[in-house]
């Protein structure tokens, strides 16, 4: 299978699973999705926990000495405090809201995965 089709593959399969995990949202409708949001961001927090720890820092820690993976990590939270502090900041004085920020985030951390899952194709 070539990289362009593999690439292609796994970002179709990207976009099926962001319109699977829409559907119970849809299905809880407008009020009781807003009631429910806490739990559903929970949810999705607890998920993304266990798929950074199991895709990025066990392996990390294979690799590395404790010492360099954790103080990698301690960096890679103060950059991420630093960058939505800073798209939070530029976002009102732009007269964009705090989802406008949060938007910028997560697309910009979207594209740094991308980046490095294509580098890994090649």
Known sequence: ???ALLLT???????L??????????ALGSERARAAQGVLSGLAAGVMAVAATVGLLKPAAEKGSAATVLAAAAAGVVALVLSRRALRHHA???GRGEVSARS????GACLRVCDRQCLRLQ
Not at 104 to 107: A, F, H, M
């Open 1 to 3: 299978m070539s990289d």
């Open 104 to 107: 910028l985030l997560v697309i």
């Open 17 to 26: 699973a962001t319109g699977l995990g829409a559907l119970p949202v849809i």
């Open 92 to 94: 009102l004085d732009s």
């Open 9 to 15: 593959a796994i970002a179709a399969g990207t976009a």
